[in-house]
């Protein structure tokens, strides 16, 4: 039995000046799967730009755009050989400004995906390392090591890279011999930027200046909790940990107390820019670290605006999973004073529709449910909220991509289809009833590339111009739960109270009235309203609440439990 509660780290509404990024929902772009305007069978910033009204009549507050910038694409552009430019295959500077600009006569703001971290081995700098030899000063700009054993022969330390094989790669220095090993905690590919190095933090002090002269109002920031690594690179003590969650473990390697510098740093940099224009620029950081508390050191005062709150995504679909995962980051995050940023999916993840469904297949109508139940939870929680592309046409992965297509380094460098990312960048279905359903078209007598990834055919039923159509569509549900979210005072910043419900349920309170009740059992329950809901994700008659469902209900202010005692909560900042 869920008690009711008040308080968790809930903070006051904003009564002063509003901070757009505290309760805005941003929506993440895969630029490369968006839509096409060239026929090349790749997603391109002219195709954002055509999209833009798309995504104004949805009711989004800004994009999130993956990264563009000049790439040989081993990570489809997370590993960056110029960070103040655009990669052809996607258009050039002048089209970034039209797309900055049109955005702007939306009131779409646009952020920007850097990848500070690592770079490509195409990078100058990094050519430049290769050709200067052992001991120079552009090495000492990367992390190159000698190797161990009597002819340096092997790593210099155990770590695994988290996409599989080891962390670090021989070169071949430029008089011909095997020489020293440089690092890389993805692919070698990527070789890791030294942060203990001046030289790398004036170059994206640069880079951030660059992006910020041209419009940009904010980043995304790739790897937030790496930069930094242990100064003396000694072995782990598990040095697979990384390779075999897919994710930031080794501590030698992640979540250094050093890498708070940098975000004072690019904190400063940012508000340095909203104290001459009065517009706030954000910064939000891909931070994946062991609890809510450390996470919450990343979201400071004086350093990121936002960081993407995973364990909401991770956890299974259950009630009380859901229950301590939200309380944790109210007390441990909301409690500082910052917002929460709450996010299902991303271009990294399985699609919500699959992986609630669970099992192999794409997802069937349980998973659309619960996707769509969650939706709606996340929605109404205090803070912010990312939606990735495809999630608000109730997109399911693709689970049956041939292995001749895949693109995901994690599948070259293991030859293993687990957590291979491909299924869920499969290109948008535009319009239409077979491939490409409208998201590349051909110039004029010209014939249309392929899609870089197949779309098969069952994405005809969720193709845009259907779900535009169907006032039933998971579109629908969120541009309903979007236009909700900013017309009602009670959503967006404010509290969060749980109310007492059956096992199986949750139900909470924002500000004055509004409730929030998701059935996480198959079966209908009685509805801690009465009435019939403002929105559900579902059918939805007074009195019931169905299995596998959310519904939001206006009720008469609801007297509390006694709350359970919470540390004072500091003045949002």
Not at 104 to 132: K, M, Q, T, Y
Not at 178 to 185: R, T, V
Not at 529 to 539: C, E, I, N, Q, T
């Amino acid at each position: 039995m869920l008690t009711a509660t008040a308080g968790d780290g809930s903070l006051p509404h904003l009564g002063r000046q509003r901070h757009w990024w505290r309760d805005a929902v941003i929506y993440q772009v895969y630029v490369r799967s968006f839509l096409d305007s060239t026929g090349d069978g790749i997603g391109d910033l002219a195709g954002v730009r055509s999209g833009l009204p798309y995504l104004k009549k949805l009711g989004v507050d800004g994009i999130w755009l993956s990264p563009f910038y000049p790439s040989p694409q081993h990570d489809h552009g997370y590993d960056v050989a110029d960070y103040r430019d655009v990669d052809p295959v996607y258009g050039d500077l002048d089209e970034f400004d039209r797309l900055v600009t049109d955005a702007r006569r939306l009131g779409i703001r646009v952020l920007l995906d850097i990848v500070p971290n690592h770079c490509s081995v195409e990078h100058p700098h990094f050519r430049d390392a290769l050709a200067a030899g052992p001991g120079s000063a552009a090495r000492d700009r990367f992390h190159f090591a000698d190797g161990r054993g009597p002819d340096g022969g092997e790593p210099p330390n155990n770590w695994r890279a988290m996409f599989g094989g080891p962390a670090w790669t021989r070169v071949t220095e430029p008089d011909g011999t095997p020489g020293q090993w440089y690092l890389h905690l993805f692919t070698p590919e990527q070789p890791d930027w030294n942060w203990r190095n001046p030289e790398v933090a004036e170059d994206f002090d640069g880079t951030l200046r660059f992006w910020l002269d041209r419009g940009a109002d904010g980043f995304r920031i790739d790897v937030a909790a790496g930069l930094y690594k242990h100064p003396e690179l000694p072995d782990s003590p598990d040095p697979e940990a990384d390779e075999r969650a897919r994710d930031s473990v080794n501590p030698l390697a992640w979540n250094q107390e050093e890498v708070h510098r940098v975000w004072r740093a690019w904190r400063a940099v940012c508000d340095e820019y909203a104290a001459r224009d009065g517009r706030e620029r954000l910064l939000v950081g891909e931070v994946s670290v062991p609890t809510a508390r450390e996470h919450a050191r990343y979201v400071r005062p004086d350093e990121l605006h936002q960081a993407f709150f995973f364990d909401l995504l991770s956890a299974p679909w259950d009630a009380e999973a859901f229950h301590r995962t939200i309380s944790e980051a109210m007390r441990d995050i909301a409690g500082t004073g910052s917002t929460l940023t709450w996010v299902l999916n991303n271009h990294d993840q399985v699609r919500t529709v699959t992986r609630y469904a669970g099992g192999g297949s794409e997802g069937g109508t349980l998973g659309a449910a619960r996707a769509r139940a969650a939706a709606l939870l996340m929605l109404a929680l205090p803070g912010a909220a990312y939606v990735y592309q495809g999630e608000e046409l109730g997109l399911p992965e693709v689970v049956d991509l041939p292995d001749d297509v895949l693109t995901d380094p994690i599948f070259r460098r293991t030859g293993s289809r687990a957590r291979v990312r491909d299924g869920c960048r499969v290109p948008l279905p535009w319009s239409g009833h077979a491939s490409p359903f409208g998201f590349t078209a051909a110039a004029p007598g010209a014939t249309a590339a392929r899609p870089w990834l197949p779309q098969p055919a069952y994405f005809a039923e969720h193709a845009t111009d259907r779900a535009l159509a169907d006032t039933r569509s998971s579109w629908h549900l969120y541009r309903d739960g979007l236009h909700l979210r900013r017309s009602l005072p009670q959503l967006g910043e404010g509290s969060l109270r749980w109310l007492e419900t059956p096992p199986g349920v949750l139900a909470f309170v924002r500000g004055d009235g509004l409730v929030c009740a998701v059935n996480f059992l198959t079966d209908p329950v009685p509805s801690p309203v009465p009435h019939a809901p403002l929105l559900a994700s579902g059918p939805c008659q007074e009195g019931v609440l169905p299995g596998s469902t959310a519904a939001w209900y206006m009720s008469d202010p609801i007297t509390e439990a006694p709350a359970e005692a919470t540390a004072d909560i500091p003045e949002p900042r």
